[in-house]
């Protein structure tokens, strides 16, 4: 069916059922294990992305969010080369974020997110502490998934970070699809992954290859919370899309831009 590597940029894997944000696990064999299975079954290569749940009551805001990082650190020990961990930072914690940065990139982890901020209790990607973030992003060559929120506050994130490499998530409905369009003319290094809404309508994918090239644009399925498989055929069997766009979107452009 197809004779080029899938990895899918926007997942959320868990080892414990308490991570797991699948709304529908009670009916579905859902664990560490049936998630390869899952790869295997569809031909996914490899899954990129955070572990992430919302903060429990009366529990401290970083301590959790370093127990999620530590996380997806074990599950790169079990996954191996199949896992490409993410990990969170978070504006109200600069100090902590950056020597997370630091820690990350001397064990070999370049990716930040998919962050969530309304999880984890905030909502400006443009704010100061932000930005000082993304300035060590910056020198570290890290790349910053994030969840598309706040149209005006990711302009200015993009604007004020030009050569942070920055992967969205969800191309949204036409409004919010055209707003990233408009990013990607303020920054190169601006790209989106396919998760979410917006690739279920007809011709979106296509308008968009049009504008950009099939450069900018990564697959991503939100797995678990969204269907692997639909996002899959969603590209896969898309007939206006070509062979070698396809390739670039399920694969090569994750490669360029995660350096592997």
Not at 36 to 50: A, P
Not at 84 to 95: A, C, L, M, Q, T
Not at 108 to 127: A, F, K, Q, R, T
């Amino acid at each position: 069916m197809k004779d080029f590597r899938i990895i899918d940029f926007h997942t959320h894997p868990f080892r414990n059922d308490g991570d797991n944000i699948c709304s529908h696990k009670s009916v579905i064999e859902m664990n560490a294990i049936t998630t390869l299975q899952l790869m295997d079954r569809l031909g996914v290569d490899v899954i990129c992305g955070s572990v992430i749940r919302r903060f429990k009551e009366g529990e401290q805001p970083w301590e959790a969010l370093r127990y999620m990082n530590d996380e997806a650190l074990a599950l790169r020990e079990l996954y191996g080369s199949r896992f490409i961990p993410g990990f969170h930072v978070h504006p109200d914690f600069v100090r902590e974020s950056c020597e997370e940065i630091e820690r990350m990139h001397s064990l070999g982890v370049n990716l930040i997110g998919e962050l969530v901020p309304y999880y984890h209790g905030w909502s400006d990607y443009s704010c100061k502490n932000f930005s000082e973030i993304l300035d060590l992003c910056e020198q570290y060559g890290t790349v910053v998934s994030f969840h598309s929120m706040g149209n005006d506050e990711m302009d200015r994130m993009v604007r004020e970070h030009p050569n942070v490499t920055f992967v969205a998530a969800h191309p949204g409905e036409l409004r919010d699809f055209n707003r990233h369009m408009e990013r990607m003319r303020l920054s190169e290094n601006y790209h989106l992954d396919l998760s979410g809404y917006g690739i279920f309508r007809q011709g979106m994918l296509r308008h968009a290859i049009d504008l950009f090239g099939a450069e900018r644009f990564l697959f991503g399925s939100d797995y678990p919370t969204c269907s692997m498989s639909m996002y899959i055929g969603g590209v896969l069997l898309d007939p206006l899309i070509t062979d070698a766009e396809k390739e670039m979107i399920f694969s090569k452009n994750a490669e360029r831009i995660l350096k592997i």
